[in-house]
């Protein structure tokens, strides 16, 4: 089926621009009903009237509460007709009347293999960490910060000479794959829910039982 899509985001829109050109080739049955930053500076707003889709700006500013902001929030997706949600980028924390006003529909990315680093900075986070490997979630939102139901992840290797912005990049390369990936799963009726285990039906496995980072040297390589 075509979902009826909204997208929420506060900055660049990368990701709101990988997932409307998937959209846009037909790759990704989406029909993206709106945009909405809570920044009218955001770059994404641009991408989205660029690409003909209609776009809204809340500042959080302006209202009295998370709540407030929130609500009206609500009423314009509810305007646009928007049944499923994706976070591309928002830099806001979502209240309990958002979330579960799109409970199962609402999705987010992050760039990290959660439940590492969770939470702002992730990237840098990794970096001062020294992780081997690094990455990204696309996952289900639910009330608590990068906690919900993993629905698909991608790794990347973190070298001894990256900085944060260094792996950013290679971060986002996957973020603009993994994330219309996700939500095709999801218009095409292939994700269900067992507990916290996400189920994509008829997904295959990844090949090999894993991956290192450095690589394995002889005699171990084997």
Request: with cysteine; aromatic share 6%; hydrophobic share 45%.
């Amino acid at each position: 089926m075509t979902i009826a899509l909204g997208l929420l985001l506060s900055g660049s829109g990368s990701n709101a621009q990988a997932i409307m050109d998937r959209a846009r080739e037909g790759a990704l049955d989406a029909d993206i009903r709106l945009v909405v930053a809570n920044n009218p500076s955001a770059c994404g707003l641009e991408r989205a009237r660029a690409a003909g889709v209609p776009t809204a700006c809340v500042r959080h500013e302006d209202f009295s509460s998370r709540e407030a902001f929130d609500r009206e929030l609500l009423r314009l997706l509810a305007a646009a007709g928007v049944e499923y949600v994706a976070l591309a980028g928002f830099m806001r924390i979502l209240t309990p009347l958002f979330v579960r006003a799109f409970s199962g529909r609402l999705l987010n990315i992050h760039p990290a293999l959660l439940p590492a680093c969770p939470g702002v900075r992730a990237q840098r986070q990794q970096v001062e960490h020294g992780v081997r490997l690094a990455g990204c979630t696309v996952h289900f939102v639910d009330e608590e910060m990068d906690h919900g139901p993993v629905i698909i992840q991608a790794a990347v290797p973190a070298h001894a000479d990256d900085d944060e912005a260094s792996l950013a990049g290679r971060i986002l390369e996957m973020e603009h794959r993994i994330y219309p990936q996700a939500l095709q799963w999801l218009a095409s009726g292939r994700i269900r829910l067992s507990g916290r285990q996400v189920v994509v039906d008829g997904a295959g496995r990844a090949p090999g039982r894993f991956w290192v980072n450095p690589p394995l040297e002889a005699p171990f390589d084997r």
